[in-house]
T-cell receptor, first 119, second 118 residues
Framework: DAGVIQSPRHEVTEMGQEVTLRCKPI?????LFWYRQTMMRGLELLIY????????DSGMPEDRFSAKMPNASFSTLKIQPSEPRDSAVYFC?????????????????FGNGTRLTVT | AQKVTQAQTEISVVEKEDVTLDCVYE???????LFWYKQPPSGELVFLIR??????QNEISGRYSWNFQKSTSSFNFTITASQVVDSAVYFC???????????????FGKGTKLSVIP
């Protein structure tokens, strides 16, 4: 089975530009998560969706960040306008259920990440 | 608030040595889950293990073993006879708030970078 697919793998952009990161979760997974990884802060949960509905976006750092999930097989994370401090690796992950809840086999499945560099 | 501390930022060992990665967590919840993830140099994150707060049995999977001790709020990870392919960043994580989706939190430690030298 295909895993979580993220695109692009690398993104280099100039400050002020709009950036859109894309994610295709594993088919059948009801939960989708966006994480950001930086050296200083480690892995941070930005937002997660359940059945395409945003449940908790309290991790989204600013209004410049927005995420959508128009259908069960696609999600986007958009940064507009981008800033150098947004440079990080952004991971998308999906799972059948909330990791830790009920099924033993519902760990997070991560994509390969998008490495964003804002100059 | 939940917190996961991985005090070891970087560890280097020589191949075939045993190595233990420490993880200390903080939570007021009585029901919680602990995880370990591996991030090899290629960058992806790979699930290794999940353990719930009611099960303190240690687990062994091949060269990997995990020691969960509620008394010290620790969930340490040991690699026996380390190999170069074990070189990666390892993340410990804690999930709480499982009663309903709106309260869910999964908190990661900052990771421990393990380098296994041939």
């Amino acid at each position: 089975d295909a895993g979580v697919i993220q695109s692009p793998r690398h993104e280099v952009t100039e400050m002020g530009q709009e950036v859109t990161l894309r994610c295709k979760p594993i088919s059948g997974h009801d939960y989708l998560f966006w994480y950001r990884q930086t050296m200083m802060r480690g892995l941070e949960l930005l937002i997660y969706f359940n059945n395409n509905v945003p449940i908790d976006d309290s991790g989204m750092p600013e209004d410049r960040f927005s995420a959508k999930m128009p259908n069960a097989s696609f999600s986007t994370l958009k940064i507009q306008p981008s800033e150098p401090r947004d440079s990080a690796v952004y991971f998308c992950a999906s799972s059948l259920a909330l990791p830790g809840l009920n099924s033993y086999n519902s760990p997070l499945h991560f994509g390969n990440g998008t490495r964003l560099t804002v100059t | 608030a939940q917190k996961v501390t991985q005090a070891q930022t970087e560890i280097s060992v020589v191949e075939k040595e045993d190595v233990t990665l420490d993880c200390v967590y903080e939570t007021r919840d009585t029901t919680y889950y602990l995880f370990w993830y591996k991030q090899p140099p290629s960058g992806e994150l790979v699930f290794l293990i999940r353990r719930n707060s009611f099960d303190e049995q240690n687990e062994i999977s091949g060269r990997y073993s995990w020691n969960f001790q509620k008394s010290t709020s620790s969930f340490n990870f040991t690699i026996t006879a380390s190999q170069v392919v074990d070189s990666a960043v390892y993340f410990c994580a804690l999930s709480v708030g499982l009663r309903w989706a709106g309260s869910y939190q999964l908190t990661f430690g900052k990771g421990t970078k393990l380098s296994v030298i041939p």
